[in-house]
């Protein structure tokens, strides 16, 4: 099964020990919205992908997939 966005955010996101909780506040996000991502219910702004990729340690490639 292919991995989504949504998997690679949640797997990086443990993967260094934080909470949605946390991501979220270091995004200026809500809970929610980190959820949401990480269960394929939508997708993070297109502004965010690099601050995110960054939080998480990765590229905006490796974020994405690609």
């Given amino acids: 099964m292919?991995?989504?966005i949504g998997r690679?955010?949640?797997e990086n996101r443990?993967?260094?020990g934080m909470t949605q909780d946390q991501l979220a506040e270091k995004l200026g996000l809500t809970a929610q919205a980190?959820?949401?991502w990480e269960n394929d219910q939508s997708c993070p702004d297109i502004t965010l992908l690099p601050?995110?990729?960054a939080l998480l340690g990765m590229t905006v490639d490796?974020?994405?997939g690609a």
């Fill in 2 to 4: 292919e991995q989504t």
């Fill in 8 to 10: 690679r955010i949640a």
């Fill in 51 to 53: 601050r995110l990729a």
């Fill in 34 to 36: 980190v959820s949401k």
């Fill in 14 to 16: 443990k993967r260094l």
């Fill in 62 to 64: 490796q974020l994405l």
